[in-house]
């Protein structure tokens, strides 16, 4: 369970620390229409190396706060730093 900030947006997708106890990620996609949700999804995905299915938003869908499931990666969090 990964608990994430996100700024949707950005000029890039990518990791931007910490911020508080949530992990801070900066999505290209704009809050529209479900958008930056599903690149949060693919971005997460592919930096643990799972199927964009495998992971979830459990709760905070229209909040910049998140707990997101991935089932079963292949790589640990770390591997979300260098993405």
Do not use: Y
Not at 14 to 23: I, Q, R
Not at 71 to 80: H, K, M
Request: hydrophobic residues 45%; glycine residues 8%.
């Amino acid at each position: 369970m990964l608990q994430v900030h996100v700024q949707p947006g950005a000029s890039r997708t990518e990791v931007a620390g910490l911020h508080g106890d949530c992990l801070k990620i900066r999505l290209s996609a704009r809050a529209v229409e479900g958008e930056a949700n599903a690149c949060l999804v693919e971005f997460i995905a592919a930096a643990l190396g799972v199927a964009k299915r495998a992971v979830s938003i459990d709760s905070g869908a229209s909040s910049r706060r998140k707990r997101v499931a991935v089932q079963s990666p292949a790589r640990g969090p770390e591997a979300l730093w260098k993405s």
